[in-house]
């Protein structure tokens, strides 16, 4: 008998759809990541912190492309890339990883393990969010790795994502295209709970278009799979597809030239880590780690 799924999980995300997700053996990222990606990265300019240590959270599916612009904004950086399993960290690798003897030159630069707890001055998470059946956990993971006054950056998709799909499959009466996504207010607050400060939220909608409906359904394998708990769980036919593909025909819009057209609602978050905060008491049992953060912060501050 399995689990009961948590209250404060996502209730539309089937946990073992999201695993088979994570360990997708991308050949490339997938190209809508890559452009949220470099939109997030140019977002950088504006942060003053200039990170000597960084995360790159899943960059198979965040954006190859994308690590290399981090890379060259934080050249004297050393950076931990995780990827979520042993295969797709072996890509990774095989992608990123500099020459012999340039990693010999400068061996402390990249990294493919997870860092040591509070020592990454930045994470960055882009579009890993939102497949996450316990983003909760995820978010205090990410939040442990990093030091005080490290910053988080992070995007995902959001609640208008896919809405003319989402009204297709229930014309038709089929079960749910996609899970539902978060609202950024919500992702707001879980960023509170985990610990982090000073969250910061943004979105913007993005109007992807298509030519006919073999475009649409191509390029969608590459971006995502169906997360939700109540999907259709048999294989289909090629008479569904056929009436998928028809069906698919009144996305076109004639402002975009009767091109096929669905929105795409993206998240973007960026939070602080703060300096722990203490619950005075009468008696107060303070973790030792804590103590040693909360002391170095202070000597630090007095000799400024």
């Known amino acids: 008998m399995s689990e009961s799924p948590r209250a404060e999980r996502p209730p539309t995300l ?59 904004r934080y050249p004297q950086a050393s950076c931990h890339v995780v990827e979520t399993t042993p295969a797709r960290e072996q890509r990774a690798r095989q992608t990123l990883q500099s020459p012999w003897w340039r990693r010999w030159m400068q061996p402390h630069l990249l990294r493919f393990h997870a860092p040591a707890a509070g020592s990454s001055d930045m994470l ?18 990410w939040h442990q790795l990093l030091a005080v006054d490290g910053f988080l ?4 998709l959001g609640p208008d994502t896919l809405r003319e799909l989402a009204e297709v ?11 539902a996504f978060t609202d950024m207010h919500d992702w707001g607050d879980m960023l509170v709970q985990a610990g982090f400060a000073e969250p ?43 009436q998928l593909k028809n069906a698919l ?39 030792l780690q804590a103590m040693r953060i909360i002391l170095g912060k202070t000597r630090n501050d007095r000799s400024v």
């Open 14 to 72: 089937d946990p073992v759809a999201c695993a088979r997700w994570a360990a997708w053996p991308h050949a490339q990222s997938p190209w809508l990541n890559e452009e949220v990606g470099r939109r997030m990265e140019d977002r950088l300019q504006w942060i003053r912190l200039q990170p000597t240590s960084w995360v790159d959270w899943a960059p198979l599916s965040g954006g190859l492309q994308t690590h290399g612009k981090l890379r060259a």
């Open 153 to 156: 950056m992070f995007s995902c």
């Open 124 to 141: 960055w998470a882009n579009m890993a969010l939102h497949t996450s059946d316990d983003p909760e956990a995820l978010l205090q993971k």
């Open 249 to 287: 025909l009144t996305l076109a819009k004639p402002q975009h030239d009767g091109r096929l057209t669905l929105t795409v609602e993206v998240i973007y978050g960026h939070a602080l880590k703060p300096l722990p905060r203490l619950k005075v008491q009468a008696h107060s049992a303070i973790a």
């Open 200 to 242: 910061v939220m943004d979105m913007e909608r993005i109007t992807l278009t298509y030519a006919n409906a073999d475009d649409l359904l191509a390029e969608f394998r590459v971006l995502g799979r169906n997360l939700h708990c109540e999907r259709f769980v048999g294989l289909r036919g090629k008479q569904w597809l056929a």
């Open 169 to 179: 499959y229930q014309r038709q009466g089929w079960p749910p295209a996609c899970h």
